[in-house]
């Protein structure tokens, strides 16, 4: 089962920069072989269901190891069989018609 | 990895209403053993990191061959290492502390 | 407009236990006068839109006020013009279903 | 108070395909002045929160003029005390410490 995924992951006890987490979690993402995008609010992820979950339970193993004693993750997770979709197909059909308005 | 999390499915391309696909999806959740508790937004649910996410996945593709074409799922999830909570816990703690400021 | 929201807010940088916050939120939100039903990862709330935003900025001020320096919520917000609907009406529609398939 | 938000709306019971409604919201968004920057799973946008949510609430008002007969909107909402932050110092700061880790 492919998913378009948006995961945010919010250290707590930690101080309020949280940086050094959110650069290490995005890399483990990247790492897992997921298109990986970044954004102001999280991080878009396109794989397989369970890759992108094993990703994100080593994102939670790996905060918690450098020191994050709380963490609290907010997902998006996008499933469709009418037919195939791509984070990128997701953007540009919207960014297309944006266009056709101007 | 022990996780508290809370599950909102939103099926999407088959109607306004959609109960029987969050009644579906809630049963499948307590169907694998996890502690479930629904609200007005979404299911609570605490168990094993790979057991809750089986069972989501379950959940997609069950509402798949349902009849949804598509779902989107929105998901928090929490891990902490400081100490062990349970769900009955967050509530419990949060409802004394209500209690004695009335 | 009339919406059905659930709203957990995240205070970061005051160590990893937050209920005292998460207290205090909850009371903000019943004092508002909105039908306030709290849950393992979130409350539940129902009113006129203006007034849950109303509420949720007076929510964030406050926790800053008492100290918290950084606030992530997350939070779902469902409208619907076909018929109306309160939290207790999407919660018993699913027990009902539940219990017939039992 | 300023946030950063990131907001998903999800039209529910007009088909699979919601690009034309995603579309109108991100315009709205855009045409409120905030700040907003799309991507494959929602939009990012930076203010005052009550603009913020008064573009959020005329994006509710017109999707339902539209046709969506529901809408289930997931957002998150950060907001910080401790230092001014935007949208960009947020992605720049994460890209500067991946780039310093290749």
């Known amino acids: 089962m492919r998913v378009i995924a948006d995961i945010c992951i919010t250290p707590m006890g930690v101080g309020a920069s949280v940086s ?3 650069t290490e979690a ?6 897992a072989g997921l298109n990986a995008t970044l954004h ?6 396109e794989g397989e269901f369970d890759a992108v979950m094993s990703a ?4 939670h193993e790996r ?3 450098l ?5 609290s993750t907010s997902i ?3 499933t469709r069989i009418d037919k195939p979709q791509t984070m990128n197909d997701k953007v540009n059909v919207v960014r297309d018609k ?3 308005r101007a």
């Open 20 to 22: 050094d987490y959110v």
């Open 26 to 31: 995005h890399a483990i993402l990247k790492d």
């Open 40 to 45: 102001a609010y999280g991080t878009n992820v």
């Open 56 to 59: 994100l339970k080593r994102c």
């Open 63 to 65: 905060l918690h190891e």
């Open 67 to 71: 020191g994050a004693p709380r963490l």
């Open 76 to 78: 998006r997770l996008g």
């Open 98 to 100: 944006l266009a056709h």
